[in-house]
């Protein structure tokens, strides 16, 4: 069975920082593209991130280039989203989903085969 749980979501002040964690399982974790995706109320999922786990090249959206980073650790079929500077329209519910192809560009949510239950970031005071 595919499983991708993510964690590590919560409340924050603008300014802070967070990082957000998801474990998969049931899958070949090396052979697929893992991604980041976030959904605001009332509006469209949005890739955030990706990494291509089999050599760690990395996309990210222009909405959060140089505030966020996108890691994986092979040994525990994990990745990670580090976010930093966050702004209140960075609340959403944060997404981990995997890919076996993405195409280009690589952060469609159509292409993803796999996703999780989400994990909420909201960020105010």
């Known amino acids: 069975e595919v499983q991708l749980v993510e964690s590590g979501g919560g409340l924050v002040q603008p300014g802070g920082s967070l990082r957000l964690s998801c474990v998969a399982s049931?899958?070949?974790?090396?052979?697929?593209?893992m991604a980041w995706f976030r959904q605001a109320p009332g509006k469209e999922r949005e890739g955030v991130a990706v990494?291509?786990?089999?050599?760690?090249?990395?996309y990210y959206a222009d909405s959060v280039k140089g505030r966020f980073t996108i890691s994986q650790d092979n040994a525990k079929n994990t990745i990670y989203l580090q976010m930093s500077s966050l702004k209140p329209e960075d609340t959403a519910m944060y997404y981990c989903?995997?890919?076996?192809?993405?195409?280009?560009?690589?952060?469609?949510?159509?292409?993803?085969?796999?996703w999780g239950q989400g994990t909420q970031v909201t960020v105010g005071s």
């Open positions: 989903a995997a890919a076996g192809l993405t195409g280009w560009p690589p952060l469609r949510p159509g292409r993803y085969d796999y």
């Open positions: 049931g899958f070949t974790f090396s052979s697929y593209a």
């Open positions: 990494i291509y786990t089999a050599n760690g090249s990395k």
